[in-house]
């Protein structure tokens, strides 16, 4: 309860300079902070071992934007009625870019929508209110980090690329 109390207090807290911070202990935090969420809503969330990576920005933003990608995929799972619900991420870094992969078996990004998904005002979840601002947010944010957000459909689910300059 203590570290959960702690990590909702940093999340809140606004980064007015960049600084390096572990991806390894972002992810962490963000899966601290949706415990509760993931285990009603009977989610697993698998990482794989693997040599931590630090990254040049703003750390709580990057949360917000990991946040966004867990509770869309969250949303999918239950709009799809899937059984085994699994969010896999994982990363990589090369010499000139750090690529995070957030990938779900939540049934995928609907064809007619998946080439407007970052604008604004583009949703799937119109009849639940939802705005079209989070995915929208979640670009702005890795352009303010020099990179790019993509998505593609897999067998089961959606493949959301992180790709970020080093």
Do not use: W
């Amino acid at each position: 309860m203590t570290i959960t109390l702690s990590e909702f207090r940093s999340f809140f807290r606004p980064n007015k300079e960049s600084t390096h911070f572990s991806l390894e202990s972002c992810i962490n935090s963000v899966k601290i902070l949706l415990k509760d969420e993931l285990i009603k809503n009977n989610i697993t969330i698998q990482q794989a071992e693997q040599k931590d990576i630090l990254i040049l920005g703003y750390e709580n933003e990057f949360k917000h934007l990991l946040l966004n990608l867990i509770n869309n995929a969250k949303d999918a799972f239950n709009d799809n009625t899937i059984k085994k619900r699994v969010i896999a991420i994982g990363y990589t870094e090369t010499e000139h870019h750090i690529t995070l992969q957030v990938v779900d078996n939540a049934g995928g990004v609907p064809e007619h929508i998946i080439k407007d998904i970052f604008h604004p005002n583009v949703t799937t979840k119109a009849a639940k209110g939802g705005t079209g601002i989070g995915l929208y947010m979640s670009s702005q944010i890795v352009q303010k980090h020099h990179g790019k957000l993509s998505v593609i459909n897999t067998k089961d689910g959606a493949r959301f690329t992180i790709t970020l300059k080093k």
